[in-house]
């Protein structure tokens, strides 16, 4: 779909060299899962904001299909960045190419070695610039904003500040599946803190079972559904991440306050 909404599609058959034609199959698809799923089942879609390709679609682009998008009634748009696979490295032979090997796959899934600033929020003003558009044609769908949010501070922020209406996380999530709960409960300094280095990406690129680092650190602790610790294929990686026990670090907690007030 990415590819029919890039500025790059210069198809003649009607789906492509405009952008009427370049939405249309993606409105196509929308309509036909809509009709099959019916009017309660939540259905959006994750857009680019952003190609970050010579010659590929820019936040303009991007902010005229969103508003078709949520004009068609889609229930949310999920805003992302590059990701592309005309810049991504040239596969061995044998192999797929992978979309983030690229400078717009480094965009999509920044690292703290970025180039032009730090990956902290940084497709942010993008999903402000597509939320004002939607806005300003009448429709109130809610806008998701990613791209290393990490923290409760940034995603607070970015709320309060209208870059988005939802906070989405991929590697946070990954490095702590939990994290929403500790913020939910005020214990931020609970949560296994993503370093954005990219080794889960590395895995994804070698198709092999995605984990992340910082879960071997516990590479002994149990596993919450079964009395063997899973582990990847290979052997050397936990497969999950260690459980969080919610009440069992409550009560840790409120031991060593009790004993540092006494
Ligand atoms: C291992 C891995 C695989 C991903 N695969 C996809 C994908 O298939 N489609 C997609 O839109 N984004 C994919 N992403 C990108 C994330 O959805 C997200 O946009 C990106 O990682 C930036 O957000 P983050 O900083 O919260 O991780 C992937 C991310 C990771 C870490
Ligand atoms: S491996 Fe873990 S810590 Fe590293 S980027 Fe991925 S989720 Fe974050």
Redesign the pocket.
């Known amino acids: 779909m990415a590819s029919f909404l890039s500025r790059k599609n210069e198809r003649a058959d009607g789906y492509g060299g405009s952008p009427e034609a370049r939405v249309r199959l993606p409105l196509e698809v929308f309509r036909a899962v809509r009709e099959r799923v019916g009017p309660d089942y939540c259905v959006g879609c994750r857009m680019l904001g952003d190609e970050v390709i010579e010659g590929g679609s820019r936040v303009e682009d991007a902010s005229f299909y969103a508003t078709r998008f949520a004009e068609a009634g889609m229930d949310f748009l999920s805003i992302s960045k590059g990701g592309k696979f005309d810049d991504a490295k040239q596969p061995h032979v044998g192999e797929a190419a992978y979309p983030y090997t690229g400078p717009s796959g480094h965009e999509c899934?920044p690292?703290v070695r970025i180039g032009g600033g730090t990956p902290f929020g940084r497709n942010l003003p993008l999903s402000r610039a597509i939320r004002q558009s939607v806005r300003l044609a009448g429709f109130g769908t809610p806008i998701v904003g990613a791209g290393g949010i990490?923290t409760f501070e940034l995603a607070e922020h970015a709320l309060a500040n209208g870059d988005c209406d939802y906070v989405g996380a991929?590697?946070?999530?990954?490095?702590d599946p939990d994290w929403w709960r500790k913020l939910e409960l005020g214990r931020g300094d609970e949560v296994?803190?993503?370093?954005?280095?990219?080794?889960?990406?590395g895995?994804d690129q070698k198709h092999r079972q995605v984990?992340?680092?910082?879960?071997d650190r516990d590479l002994a602790a149990p596993d919450p559904h079964s009395d063997a610790i899973a582990m990847s294929h290979d052997g050397k990686r936990r497969l999950v991440p260690a459980p969080w026990d919610e009440v069992r670090y409550r009560v840790r907690f409120f031991a060593w306050r009790a004993k540092s007030c006494a």
């Open positions: 899934m690292t990490g991929a590697r946070q999530s990954l490095a296994r803190r993503c370093i954005f280095t990219n080794y889960c990406e895995l984990t992340c680092q910082l879960w």
